[in-house]
């Protein structure tokens, strides 16, 4: 009867997985997927998850996540029985699943249970974990992609049912691991739908004020969004009727996670968030797309260099659609998203579009991918790069450029003509003389724009890299192939020059090498790296002096950055137009001071002063602009920041000193280059006015170690 029952049971859950996917399995489908669910509810008969629930439960929700995304029946299966090796007390092996299911099944399975199998042994550093668990997860991803898709599904469900773990501790690790490493490669895979969910999920647990207080203003403000949105959908639906285009009109909202990371980037508040809605439109091919932007700008006013064509040149994951950012009739940017429907199934999907289309994944795209993951894992185990330069790598965003006969390259945003060298050949990068940029020579910084032609020159007869092309690469695959050489090179070398460069600390300490060694911070620092390891990235700058001095002593060498004061404008130094009784806030990208000709720029907030050349005005709407005075009798201070190059680092003590001289108070100092001479300094000051930073300045000039002052930004 017991035997009947689940039977009945996997019947009824194929027929569900059906419904899901929108069409019905063949026979000998359903015939495998039901006997996937018989295997697994064996497996896990008796068991049940922190939530109370049977564990079976989750197998069976993992396979729903996978049917959603419409997977292939193989998939879904091993779905089904993803955790029957690890979690069955033995009932179900490896070569069980073998000889059942076959090999292909199995070796998904296999793949997962050991991504799942990380015990880490009492000792292991959560640095380590880490390491271990995208080593594994690369390798089993490289032998078969759809060992991920299988992890994500099985995250998804995990992070969905968190709540009911009781331990804090692991709770948060998990929520971590799958902002860090998980969400990351649902972004890089395109997986769109997963991406956004995992990070939300991670973030309600690691920052719950944060995530409730950002819930409670978007509630807040739900209404008059859905409004707006309706309103633009309507305004682009009925112009693309009069033209007889066919098109899906959509809405898209930010999630929370996103938003939150916005805030936090650009240093604002929620009502200063201008692009938290986004319009769709979905049509029937490709020359339909573009005849929609056309009609779009004729619409609203689109922004300058805000129009980016992800169909002629799609992003490494795949992705294409049209974006343009426009000007709407209330003032506000609004991001417009182009594509057809396939196009709109890969944007969500991502690689896995291809499963869904039933066709083989053997895309360009992903065969880097699988490349780069066994870089990545040879990489790690070496010690090239380390756990934070494969976070940046996944979160990065991409610009595209071309090389001469036209191959698309894709780079991190901010890359330079190293990071292009170095994607071209490794011994292209070793040997990089110079580049040029659409036929132009640039500079070693130049940062690479969309749709820039890139040549590179090389010098074959050049001994190899310089350490210094550390600072000019964006990429941390460039620096990882940068520090592979001079490690295979000059390995003993930088452990000497590190070396020598903490023993003349722990001299100015009056303490010994070993015993600044055992200090917690510098113990932090060299988590997960061998002795040689650590010394090595000190000899190479990548641990930096700075890093060391705040790791031993505890004391940030820069103070933190304090809350500006907000002022109205009643005690206001500034006038704006006519505008009265608005909150004036002080911009932090130009930092205006009384003096510098300025203009308020108005937000929900208030007003905001900007120096009339911030390269931040570009692209805001005009009618937002108004002309903007210093009232010259109200007494205050204002932050600048300037450049200064001394000729050596002992010269910026007496720099400060020189600086407090002249009655200006000074706040903090930030060494740019701690392992070079000239050395370069970044000083934050407060000043009256534009004059008496002048007069500082000028003294500055004249000052026997000082060698170059510039006012720059904070």
């Not at 005075?629 to 020189?658: C, E, M």
């Amino acid at each position: 009867m017991e035997r009947l029952q689940i039977q009945k049971e996997a019947e009824e859950f194929v027929d569900e997985l059906a419904s899901i996917k929108g069409h019905e399995f063949l026979q000998k489908e359903r015939d495998l997927i039901s006997k996937a669910y018989v295997v697994a509810s064996k497996a896990h008969e008796g068991m049940v998850r922190f939530s109370g629930e049977p564990f079976i439960n989750h197998p069976k929700e993992v396979a729903r996540i996978l049917a959603s995304l419409g997977m292939d029946v193989v998939t879904i299966t091993a779905g089904l029985l993803h955790d029957v090796v690890e979690d069955s007390e033995g009932k179900v092996t490896l070569d069980d699943v073998i000889k059942i299911f076959g090999r292909e099944i199995a070796r998904i399975v296999d793949g997962v249970t050991k991504v799942s199998s990380i015990n880490p042994p009492v000792g292991m550093s959560d640095m380590k974990r880490k390491i271990e668990t995208i080593q594994k997860m690369f390798l089993a991803m490289a032998e078969d992609m759809r060992v991920i898709f299988v992890k994500l599904a099985d995250r998804l469900h995990n992070m969905r049912t968190i709540q009911y773990v009781r331990d804090e501790e692991k709770k948060r690790y998990k929520a971590l691991e799958t902002l860090e490493i998980y969400a990351p490669i649902a972004h890089k895979l395109g997986i769109h739908s997963i991406k956004s969910e995992l990070e939300d999920l991670a973030f309600k647990v690691l920052y719950p004020e944060e995530y409730y207080m950002l819930k409670r203003l978007v509630a807040e403000k739900k209404k008059e969004r859905e409004a707006r949105t309706k309103e633009y959908m309507d305004i682009l639906k009925a112009a693309l009727e009069e033209h007889g285009i066919e098109a899906k009109i959509e809405g898209r909202y930010k999630h929370y996670y996103s938003i939150w990371r916005k805030m936090k980037e650009r240093g604002k508040r929620f009502e200063e968030i201008y692009d938290l809605i986004a319009v769709r439109a979905i049509v029937k091919d490709v020359p339909t797309c573009y005849s929609v932007l056309g009609i779009v700008h004729s619409i609203w006013p689109p922004l300058p260099g805000r129009i980016k064509d992800y169909i002629a040149a799609p992003k490494s994951n795949g992705y294409k659609s049209l974006h343009t950012t426009v000007i709407t009739q209330y003032g506000e940017p609004l991001e417009i998203q182009i594509r057809d429907e396939r196009m709109h199934v890969e944007a969500e999907y991502g690689l896995i579009a291809h499963w869904i289309y039933k066709e083989k994944p053997d895309l360009k795209s992903a065969q880097e991918w699988f490349e780069r993951l066994l870089e990545w894992r040879k990489e790690i185990s070496q010690g090239i790069v380390g756990i934070d330069d494969i976070k940046k790598e996944l979160q990065m965003d991409e610009v595209f450029v071309f090389t001469p006969k036209g191959e698309i390259k894709h780079l991190p945003k901010g890359a330079t003509p190293i990071d292009f060298a170095y994607t071209i050949h490794t011994e292209i990068g070793h040997h990089f003389a110079g580049a040029k940029v659409n036929g132009k020579m640039v500079p070693i910084d130049y940062q690479l724009q969309n749709g820039d032609v890139v040549e590179i020159i090389v010098n074959r007869n050049s001994s190899g890299p310089s350490l210094d092309w550390l600072k000019y690469a964006k990429s941390p695959r460039t620096k990882a192939k940068i520090r592979r050489f001079f490690k295979e090179k000059f390995g003993g070398e930088l452990v000497e020059r590190g070396k020598d460069i903490l023993r003349k600390i722990s001299k100015k300490l009056g303490r010994s090498l070993e015993e600044i060694l055992e200090i917690d911070g510098l113990k932090r620092i060299r988590e997960g790296l061998s002795d040689r390891e650590f010394f090595m990235k000190i000899g190479e700058g990548t641990i930096t002096f700075q890093d060391l001095l705040e790791a031993i002593t505890g004391e940030k060498t820069q103070t933190k950055r304090k809350r500006r004061r907000k002022i109205s404008t009643s005690s206001s130094p500034v006038v704006v137009g006519n505008l009265k009784n608005i909150e004036v806030h002080i911009a932090k990208c130009c930092n205006p001071i009384m003096g510098d000709p300025i203009v308020g720029v108005v937000s929900r907030r208030g007003i905001t002063i900007h120096r009339i050349n911030c390269k931040n005005l570009k692209g805001i709407d005009e009618d937002r602009i108004f002309d903007a005075q210093w009232v010259t009798d109200v007494v205050g201070s204002f932050d600048a920041f300037l450049r200064i190059v001394v000729v050596k680092r002992s010269d910026i003590g007496n720099l400060i000193n020189h600086i407090g001289d002249h009655g200006v108070d000074f706040v903090s100092a930030k060494i740019l280059t701690p392992n070079r001479e000239p050395t370069i300094v970044k000083v934050h000051v407060k000043v009256r006015d534009t004059k008496e930073l002048s007069i500082l300045m000028n003294n500055l000039k004249n000052h026997k170690c000082v060698m170059s002052v510039e006012r720059v930004v904070e």
